[in-house]
């Protein structure tokens, strides 16, 4: 699959083979989605062990990457689907950029576009991308994040917070 290579604007300036990004650490468009139900509880999964990078660890609903040419919108709906096996509607809520280096050897270096949905019915996650999944408060998510944070990929460690910050402003 390749993805899009940006600069920090968002501007594109080219595609390449996503591994091949990852190997090269280059920043490329991505997008996290944070999901809750009418509680307020948000929705994580726990990445499938045969991830090639963070697997088995916590994280939001679901990330991925737009295809060239594909609508981020288009591609964060059909990714939800194709990942927890759901859709609703999505809203942009910010970007950020990050930069995080794994074990392997990888680097995840992304402008990421932040969506926020809501859901409340049944969810059939793939199994090959998602090995559990559970929504939880908030606030027992600080709380685990703060003391156990290897359990939580690094792009939410980063997200997260950012979330409950915008979060607070809104309401």
Known sequence: MDVILVDEDDVPIGTMEKLEVHQKALLHRA????????????LLQK?????????GLWTNACC???APGQDIVAAAIKRLQE????TTSLEK???????????NGLTE???DHVFVGTYDNEIFPCREEVSDYCYMAT????????????KYTEWFKIAFPKLLAYLAVKS
């Open 109 to 111: 270096h992304e402008l």
């Open 64 to 66: 991925s990457h737009p």
């Open 93 to 103: 809520v910010f970007d950020f950029i990050y930069k995080a280096p794994f074990d």
């Open 47 to 55: 990445r499938a062990e045969n991830k090639y990078h963070s697997p």
């Open 139 to 150: 606030t027992e998510i600080n709380n685990s994040f703060q003391s156990h944070p290897q």
């Open 83 to 86: 990942e927890m096996g759901f």
């Open 31 to 42: 997008f996290s989605i944070f999901i809750f139900n009418t509680k307020g509880e948000m």
